[in-house]
């Protein structure tokens, strides 16, 4: 007859009765012992007994011990000592164990509860007004631990959730604190003391991490860790330091109403924000480091972008929102320092309502600006490589590079302008006063020198203008690959026709000629006479002679 087991036991019905001894048929010079028989038949009805038919409610049994130990234990341990005004709270059937000593007072509930697979433990001092203390864990494996000093009115707690450990010191007056684990492995800890406003230390994604000391007082406090595997650490005044992305990283110090936040993937921030100040990576992989305060902003908003330095001051911004792109120094009074080009550079000292910009794609500016001066490197797309560096001090002063491979540097002052405008353009030297500008215009144009209230200029296409520009006379190179050149103390220096030279004062209206001051005399480098010869030019003729002309007269020199 087939087993029963373990639907339920067997018996002597299945594994049959007590026989005598045999004589067995086959073997006549023995006999079968029925002991044998009889013994193995008694030992599995207790092996089958011990072990327990399933779901069994023998407790001696294996069945009913295995389920139970799955089940957990049936009482829950619980500690509680100093039970005044206070409460402990572990649900039945669980593995929980809350402990806490209470010394409360003035009409406050406090209470440390598990309601899961977790720990709960703190010793509490409320009193003095309110109430509403915990520390409470709920979900499997979580654990709070921490003490709370409640005075005043306020709403305090301490929690973990499943998996999770929130652990820290809360001094409550007036209003709400909270350091709270919530979710799977996370890790939340730290010392609130609030004062008139709500403060928190919060880790709310797996594996997050949050921990700092934060002190509401007049503004939103807390240290806040919200993306899967970011963390956020610091110490919160009346601020916030916030990790927001997946794997981001936020960390430093934040003051009355300052933001430390790292909201992009794998992006990180770092620094000391203060009075409204705000240090912020908003992308994927971005990194913003620094001071930041009186509502002055550091922020990395490029792809894998870079922002770091000091900025104070309302308007004031040391910012980048391009890939790859770099941004840093010293921002103030309303000043900038930004790289809004891919993988541009923008770095120096801008103070006074001034700006330092690299716009163009791969494009480079820094230097010193201060009392509104501008230094910038411009450009989109094919615009991009330029470099402007110096220095570019008071209103209206600039340092421009503003197309691409430009070159602009040294220095603007008090109104002065030096810019490169065109493709290969290079403009340098230095600017002072108003409508004192150094300028190249054209595509390879390059101006340099000193520009005091009057103007150098290279207009023409690969033209050169150099020198010193003062007394109310401008030096011109409009012609292209024409050169002017010299001080032009009494008068312009002008060279307005192809390859024309000008050397001092005069204007060279010859192509492919060299004049040497204003007296007219002028070398021609071309075979011919000029189109409309003048007393001083001199040429070669077609047969090789020197040709001079003068007195009206063109005279051949054999």
């Known amino acids: 007859m087939a087993t029963n087991f373990p639907t339920s036991l067997d018996d002597n019905t299945v594994l049959g009765a007590d026989v005598a001894n045999l004589t067995p048929v086959t073997d006549p010079l023995h006999n079968i012992d029925a002991t044998f028989k009889n013994n193995g038949r008694d030992a599995l009805k207790a092996v089958e007994a011990k072990v327990g038919i399933d779901s069994s409610a023998v407790t001696s049994s294996h069945d009913y011990k295995i389920a139970q130990l799955e089940l957990g234990p049936v009482n829950p341990l619980?500690?509680?000592?100093?039970?005044?005004?206070?409460?402990?709270?572990?649900?039945?059937?669980?593995a929980s164990i809350a402990a806490g000593?209470?010394?409360?007072?003035?009409?406050?509930?406090?209470?440390?509860?598990?309601?899961?697979?977790?720990?709960?433990?703190?010793?509490?001092?409320?009193?003095?007004?309110?109430?509403?203390?915990?520390?409470?864990?709920?979900?499997?494996?979580?654990?709070?631990?921490g003490y709370i000093w409640?005075?005043?009115?306020?709403?305090?707690?301490?929690?973990?959730?499943?998996?999770?450990?929130?652990?820290?010191?809360?001094?409550?007056?007036?209003?709400?604190?909270?350091i709270s684990a919530n979710a799977e492995g996370c890790h939340a800890s730290g010392y609130l003391k609030t004062g008139n406003w709500p403060a928190a230390v919060t880790a709310a994604q797996d594996g997050s991490f949050a921990h700092g000391w934060v002190y509401g007082y007049n503004s939103t406090s807390r240290v806040y860790s919200s993306g899967k595997g970011s963390g956020a650490f610091g110490y919160a005044y009346?601020?916030?330091?916030?990790?927001?992305?997946?794997?981001?990283?936020?960390?430093?110090?934040?003051?009355?109403?300052?933001?430390?936040?790292?909201?992009?993937?794998g992006a990180s921030v770092h620094g000391y924000a203060a009075s409204a100040g705000y240090i912020r990576a908003s992308v994927a992989g971005a990194f913003a480091s620094g001071h930041a305060s009186d509502s002055a902003i550091i922020h990395a908003k490029g792809l894998g972008g870079f922002s770091f330095g000091h900025a104070t001051g309302s308007l004031s911004t040391i910012y980048c929102n391009q890939k790859g792109a770099f941004a840093s120094g010293h921002a103030a009074g309303g000043s900038s320092v930004e790289a809004t080009?891919?993988?541009?550079?923008?770095?120096?000292?801008?103070?006074?309502?001034?700006?330092?910009?690299?716009?163009?794609?791969?494009?480079?500016?820094?230097?010193?600006?201060t009392g509104g001066g501008i230094i910038e490197a411009l450009g989109s797309g094919l615009g991009?490589?330029?470099?402007?560096?110096?220095?570019?001090?008071?209103?209206?002063?600039?340092?421009?590079?503003?197309?691409?491979?430009?070159f602009a540097q040294g220095l603007?002052?008090?109104?002065?302008?030096?810019?490169?405008?065109s493709i290969g353009a290079w403009a340098g030297g230095i600017g002072i006063g108003a409508y004192s500008v150094i300028r190249a215009s054209t595509n390879g144009a390059f101006a340099f020198g000193r520009a005091a209230?009057?103007?150098?200029?290279?207009?023409?296409?690969?033209?050169?203008?150099?020198?010193?520009?003062?007394?109310?006379?401008?030096?011109?190179?409009?012609?292209?690959?024409?050169?002017?050149?010299?001080?032009?103390?009494?008068?312009?220096?002008?060279?307005?026709?192809?390859?024309?030279?000008?050397?001092?004062?005069?204007?060279?209206?010859?192509?492919?000629?060299?004049?040497?001051?204003?007296?007219?005399?002028?070398?021609?480098?071309?075979?011919?006479?000029?189109?409309?010869?003048?007393?001083?030019?001199?040429?070669?003729d077609a047969g090789g002679n020197v040709v001079i002309r003068s007195g009206g007269v063109s005279v051949t020199i054999a």
């Open 238 to 265: 009346g601020a916030q330091i916030e990790a927001r992305g997946n794997g981001a990283f936020a960390t430093g110090a934040a003051r009355e109403a300052g933001k430390v936040i790292a909201a992009g993937y």
């Open 101 to 145: 000593h209470f010394a409360s007072g003035d009409g406050a509930t406090v209470k440390v509860a598990s309601f899961g697979s977790g720990i709960a433990s703190g010793y509490i001092d409320g009193g003095a007004y309110g109430g509403g203390s915990y520390i409470g864990c709920r979900g499997s494996g979580a654990m709070a631990s």
């Open 453 to 540: 209230g009057n103007i150098i200029l290279a207009s023409g296409l690969g033209s050169f203008a150099f020198g010193q520009a003062a007394g109310g006379y401008d030096i011109t190179a409009s012609g292209a690959g024409a050169l002017a050149f010299g001080h032009a103390a009494g008068g312009p220096i002008t060279a307005s026709a192809t390859n024309a030279v000008q050397f001092g004062v005069g204007e060279n209206t010859l192509v492919d000629s060299l004049q040497v001051g204003n007296a007219g005399v002028r070398f021609k480098g071309t075979v011919g006479a000029p189109a409309a010869p003048q007393d001083g030019d001199q040429w070669v």
């Open 341 to 369: 080009g891919l993988g541009s550079r923008a770095h120096g000292y801008a103070v006074g309502a001034s700006e330092i910009a690299a716009d163009g794609e791969g494009s480079f500016a820094g230097g010193f600006a």
């Open 384 to 406: 991009g490589g330029s470099l402007a560096f110096g220095n570019a001090y008071g209103t209206g002063s600039k340092l421009s590079a503003g197309n691409a491979g430009c």
């Open 78 to 94: 619980v500690l509680k000592t100093g039970d005044v005004l206070g409460t402990v709270t572990a649900p039945a059937g669980q």
């Open 150 to 178: 409640n005075r005043f009115d306020g709403v305090f707690e301490i929690y973990a959730r499943s998996g999770s450990v929130a652990s820290g010191y809360i001094q409550g007056y007036e209003q709400t604190g909270d």
């Open 412 to 421: 603007a002052k008090d109104g002065g302008i030096i810019e490169a405008t």
